[in-house]
């Protein structure tokens, strides 16, 4: 249960980007039950899921964290109404990024945790923390070189993500 | 299809007509029962009476062996063993440190990615292919399916069906042709391993179902557990009064079997007590009619079951 | 050069007991740009207020940040306070070192390294903070009530009183949910429509609640203050303005078999009907289903197939061709109370997880009933007129089982909670049944007794020992019909025996439920709903009426299983609720909204397609002799509601949310990875 079992095990860092409705007031919910989790996680608050550009998760894993977590509230209970659909569109084009830049998917977890689901919390914090410590620490993106470009006439890649193309 | 297969010692003694008529409908069926090498006792009626360890152990063994063997579905035609494998899994997923244990007394992992799977889910899996091939439709005959207490219950553990209000039994009897009756007593329990030590007892519950059945107008019991043939079938004359005529007991594979046209030697109707030769020429003389019309499916026991007449409405809630 | 102030709190041994509270004080301390860090054992109180407008004042601070509980807690209080001493209250945020820490880790080292990351990244955020206003709207003092059953009245009449314009929306023909189809009501026995129909009858003649019966809510836009919401009124097939409620078209009606809804399908109605006798308002309604005009016109009958009730009507009342209306209100706050309804006692369930008790032939025996049947069977407004006889015969039942607990409390049925009203209207069955079968035996089975209310355990004590109703603790394996009776098969736990009971009818307290359609009306408020569709109350403790979108309330039982007394007073503390966020002339919200730079803005409204809104709108951007250069995206304000989800959407980045831009963001990400 706890973060320092082993002083000479890997201990990762993960960074949160959750919505302040559901999820952080879920973790919220966690912490006055007493719910003890692994401490490797900080939580970055944000309106909504809506407002997460994908390019905060790239950021977080340049400066050094190990692993990160997305999280929002459920699909329909958005208190936004729709903001996680659209994260959640958002992130399905990330996916295919990430595999450019090399992450391992594992090292990312986007999770649906509500209000009232802090023991869900704990659980998406210490499966996320289990699996990035498993991976071992995060050193860059490797492979950087570009792939080929693609011949005339193919649709070139887009390189910005979240960029457009939202519906 | 290619399912593991756990006969447990009950289909190599007591209930071989269980065993012939189960490997007699798999083919039409499209089951492939591959049975396991090296099984053993499932440690039904003892061991959990004895060790707990034991008893987790011993259905863990043969599960562990049927995963080795490259199966993901391990059918355990007695409810009992069915009920012990299912329940050692349970524990197993349930309790960390146990798997531990379990894992240490095996000596083998257990990762418990074998489902078992008793006799009625199986069927029931193959109602689409039971119709179309059902050349012998058992119309007319009127079966009281009983469930006994081992097949749906805990519900935690054996989760196919409803544990108070089942309805699997009664679906595979429909698509055989034969019409389900309602009665009441389908859940209670036959007396099971008393049947040596506390024979009172258990003539008092076995003759209690007969009763409730025979007075929801049944021709015959199906049942899909050794025990509860035994202690309603080779028990039988104990449990009728005199002048009450016998009530055949047979397993719900025979009944897939008669109405898939399989004779009645195949299926072992021979090696009852309770004499099913009246039944099997009532099945015989029943039309050899095209395969069951893909008509519309009385799937549920409540339509299927309405009371045949007012005298019937006795028995009418289930 | 920025100047932020840290305070540390210690929430007595909250915080201090895993976080070594002086140390992370000491480490943000040597941040650049912290001028000021200091810790105290409890910073929300009075002197530790007072710690944060000192600092202010003394060390002229640009920035404040509190590390202690959740922003969701204090972020207000922390705020008013800096705010007290001039600072502009948005430059203060906290950073949330108890839920998010100490409470949720115990080993001391760790717990502190993570208060003192958390401190951080708050620090660095408030490093980019800006002063902002907030942001003042008026406010629309007028209230929507949703469901019309006793907390729905009691709140549309408290607004009402209290000098609020109300909009009361029934979706049934009548006001007066299943409160007026009760025969007495516990702890007191008092006759419940004797109570109730006053109530209904000053809604419909009270001059600022606007009854609007038949009618559902079918679009809500807006916010606190200003919501808009778009009304269905219900075809009724009958002209409100000239029917007067005479009756003569119920008695011309053909069709008087329809199984009525308020009887609770034990007796039936016209096809043209009002649910009963008492309805509020006494207008009749057209069940196109049924009626014989409707369905000769389904089955492409050119000729009218019936028109009795039109040609019985002296005003001319009847309208076959009416058709669902669409009105559109402005309100400034809603309070929703849709009530319950029974869970489904057979193996038809609406929602996946749910499971049916097929065991006990409801549904199949005619004589198994649930507690709403009772209770139209023991009203004298009932099918039988108040005497008590079995639905299956028509004969005086001598002897009934009651069964509590038919779904509530039991997980394998997917219903956990317990429906709080049962143990207590069982008692009273059993005294209204002894009332009026002198001779008759109740047999209730239980699993608890909980009368937990005033005059509530006396009632119950009441049933048996006045009433003789006898309590057997343990449950029911099995209900079936056997001949005459019906068969209960039950155990005494207490004894440890079977118990075999000859029912003449058999009663099933079932779980409430809250209303089918309720996650559709929730999702339309945007208010959660917990996993069996109750409306989430904003704090179960210190909000109870609240729900977490401003301006929306909750009463009665669509949040929980509630009694009267309960759904009263909920619907009376949300009538306060409204009243007092109606006392203001303006609102203030949060200044958490979006900003276009029209600079850099291309006009691809992308923004403008993602916001839930609607708050983007289109500013024409000219040069000084008025030619257009281009058309740039602008966000109302008074709409945007902050989500964010246009900036990151926005190709440019030209759209920035306030309190939440890229700049303070990226600065926290930044700030982790020292």
Known sequence: MNATLDKTSFEPRLTAFVCNWCTYTGADLAGTSRLQMDANVRIVRLPCTGRIDPLFIVKAFERGADGVIVSGCHPADCHYTSGNYHARRRFAFFKELIEFLGLPEGRITFSWVSASEGQKWREVVNDATARVRALGPFSGYPGTELPAWPAAGAPAPNPAPGGGGER | MRVGYYPGCSLHGTARELDESLRAVAPPLGLELVEVNDWSCCGATSAHATSHLLSVALPARNLALAEEQGHDQLLAPCAACYNRLASARHAVACDAALAETIEDVLGRPFPSTVAPRNLVEVLRARLDLLRERAVRPLTGLKVACYYGCLLVRPSEVCSFDDPEDPVSMEEVVTATGATPVAWRRRLDCCGGAFSVARTGSVVRLSRAILDDARSAGADAIAVACPMCHSNLDFRQKALVRRGEAELPVLYLSELVGLALGLDAETLGLGRHFVDTKALVERALASKPGPAAKPGPRPSAPAAAAKPASPAAAGTEAV | ?674
């Open chain 3, 1 to 674: 050069m920025a100047r932020i102030g840290v305070f540390v709190c210690h929430c007595g041994e909250n915080i201090g007991r895993t976080v070594d509270c002086a140390r992370v004080a000491g480490e943000i301390g040597k941040l650049p740009g912290v001028v000021h860090s200091v810790d105290y054992k409890y910073m929300c109180s009075d002197p530790g207020q007072a710690l944060i407008k000192q600092a202010i004042a003394e060390k002229g601070l640009t920035g404040v940040v509190v590390s202690a509980c959740s922003p969701h807690m204090h972020e207000r209080t922390f705020r008013r306070a800096a705010g007290g001493a001039g600072l502009n209250p948005f430059l203060c945020e906290m950073a949330n070192i108890r839920e998010h820490c100490s409470w949720i880790h115990e080993d001391r080292e760790a717990a502190t390294d993570k208060a003192i990351d958390l401190a951080r990244v708050i620090v660095e955020k408030v490093k980019r903070n800006v002063p902002l206003e907030t942001i003042r709207i008026p406010v629309e003092k007028r209230a929507l009530v949703i469901g019309g059953g006793i907390a729905g009245i009691q709140a549309a009449l408290d607004l009402a009183d209290g000098g609020a314009e109300v909009v009361l929306v029934e979706k049934e023909p009548s006001i007066g949910g299943h409160m007026s189809q009760l025969s007495e009501t516990f702890p007191t026995l008092d006759c419940s429509q004797c109570i109730l129909t006053p109530r209904m009858v000053e809604v419909y003649q009270h001059p600022r609640i606007r009854l609007m019966a038949y009618c559902e809510v079918d679009a809500v836009e807006g916010y606190i203050g200003n919501f808009k919401v778009t009304i269905r009124q219900k075809a009724r097939s009958v002209d409100e303005t000239k029917c007067n409620g005479c009756g003569a078209c119920q008695k011309a009606c053909v069709v008087k078999n329809v199984p009525s809804e308020f009887d609770e399908r034990l007796g039936k109605r016209t096809a043209i009907y009002v649910p009963f006798p008492q309805a509020v308002p006494n207008i009749p309604v057209i069940d196109r289903e049924h009626c014989a005009y409707f369905k000769g016109r389904a089955r492409g009958m050119k000729k009218d197939a019936c028109g009795k009730c039109k040609e019985a009507c002296a005003r001319g009342a009847i309208d076959f061709a009416q058709e669902d209306r669409f009105v559109t209100e402005k309100v400034g706050a809603i309070v929703v109370a849709t009530g319950y309804e029974l869970y489904s006692i057979g193996k038809d369930q609406p929602a996946a997880g749910l499971k049916g008790y097929g065991e006990y032939g409801y549904g199949t025996v005619p004589d198994v009933i649930d507690g709403l049947q009772f209770e139209r069977l023991a009203s004298a407004s009932g099918p039988t007129a108040g005497k008590l006889l079995r639905p299956s015969d028509g004969k005086v039942p001598k002897k009934i089982v009651f069964l509590q607990c038919v779904g509530s409390r039991d997980p394998a049925k997917g219903i956990d909670y317990c429906s709080k009203v049962c143990c207590m209207y069982v008692a009273k069955h059993t005294m209204l049944y002894r009332h009026k079968v002198h001779d008759g035996e109740a047999t209730v089975f239980y699993m608890d007794v909980r009368a937990a209310g005033k005059g509530y355990d006396e009632f119950t004590r009441r049933a048996v020992e006045e009433d003789g109703a006898v309590y057997v603790r343990g449950r029911v394996s099995r209900v079936y019909r056997d001949g005459d009776v019906v068969k209960v098969l039950g155990f005494d736990t207490l004894n440890g025996t079977p118990v075999e009971i000859d029912a003449d009818m058999v009663v099933l307290a079932t779980a409430m439920r809250p209303r089918k359609g309720i996650e559709k009306l929730a999702q339309t408020l945007s208010v959660s709903y917990d996993r069996h569709g109750f409306i989430n109350e904003a704090h179960p403790k210190l909000r109870p009426v609240e729900t977490n979108t401003a301006g929306v309330f909750v009463a009665g039982a669509c949040q929980a299983p509630r009694d009267i007394p309960d759904s009263v007073a909920m619907a009376s503390a949300a009538a306060a609720k409204v009243l007092g966020l109606f006392s203001n002339e303006m609102l203030e919200r949060e200044p958490t909204v979006a900003r276009v730079d029209a600079a850099l803005c291309a006009g691809c409204f992308h923004c403008e397609r993602v916001c839930p809104y609607g708050a983007v709108e289109h500013k024409e951007v000219r040069d000084r002799k008025g030619n257009l250069l281009k058309v740039v995206a602008d966000v109302n304000p008074g709409v945007c509601q902050g989500c964010g989800t246009c900036q990151a959407t926005c190709p440019s980045k030209s759209v920035e949310l306030m309190g939440f831009t890229d700049e303070q963001i990226y600065a926290e990400v930044n700030a982790l990875a020292l």
